[in-house]
């Protein structure tokens, strides 16, 4: 098993796993555990919407099969296969039966065969309105192309959804995400297991699980350093402030004056020459900022890779959400009513 990532996303220990006390980890998992709420929801609008362009691919094909007349010129659903959800909607051009058989045994046998088809790639309507001449579907070419508007909208759906939840698999399963990150979590709840929902969406849990912790760990490290060094007597009067706010959720570290209003928010050797610290003070100045500079990267990496995670999931669910509107839709206002919905 690999030691980033355990099958329920957690080692056996959970209080003091932060190096902190535990009314503070308490404190913590809290928080994550309503942050990961939230990802998960979007986690969940993306499966469902990537759901929902599957069964309507497979609701079009028979809408298709009812709308015209029987011919070689069909939609077929593509999975990867068989037996799996179809990721995709295709034309197919079905070529006509081989005419060798001469017994009535082997006619059926030759019924029995599977037939081969031509596949349309998406994009080329060329192609397409070759298919329309030769299936004999001319009368019927604005249904036909009705149809194919519908399709590349459902397409388009399943493509936005299924890239977005693979992007955030890559994004959060990388050093970036905390993948390599030594900070410990707890267990997931207990709807999240792999025996509780499907694999794909036990690793995202487990993965949104993690860097939800790890994100707060980081920020509970700042509070932390700043917490150490309260008591101590800085030179020139400095302090280490602890603060969060609407454009910091999670927490930054400001250096202070004297008076207690904000000075710096970092301390370099320009500014520790412009306060006049001797070079004994300069020095215990760079060995804390050796401390929390790292720190304040790490929490600044992860709150970035937060907001491309909320912007790619609502960018996304927005998309396809859009397109799956246009391939649901689209059929009933471009070419009429197809015979099921008029019934």
Known sequence: MNDRFSSTGSPPKTLGSYGISPRAVLAIEAEAENLFVQLRQR???????????????????????????????RLRPWSLKRGLPPYAVYWIFVNLRRKLAETVLDRAIERLKPRRFVRFKVGERRR???????????????????????????????????????????????????????????????????DCCPRELHRLYGLHWRFAHVLLAAGSSLRDLADRLRHERLPGGLRLKFRRNPEHPFGQLLWSGAGGRVAFSKLTGKNTRMLRLRSGDRKIIARIERDRRPRVRWLGSLTRLLKRLRMKTLTAIGKAKQALARGVHGHDTQAGPSPVQAG
């Open 43 to 73: 986690i969940d609008e993306l499966v469902t919407l990537r759901t929902q362009a599957e069964r309507a691919m497979e609701d079009l094909k028979d809408d298709y099969n009812l709308s015209v007349p029987a011919t070689r010129l």
């Open 128 to 194: 397409l309105r070759w298919g329309i001449f030769h299936g004999g579907l001319a009368a019927e070419r604005r249904t036909v192309l009705a149809f194919d508007r519908e399709a590349a909208s459902l397409n388009e759906a399943h493509r936005v959804a299924a890239r977005a939840l693979d992007s955030l698999r890559k994004m959060l399963d990388s050093r970036s995400g905390g993948a390599y990150d030594s900070t410990r979590i707890p267990l997931m709840p207990r709807d999240c297991y792999s």
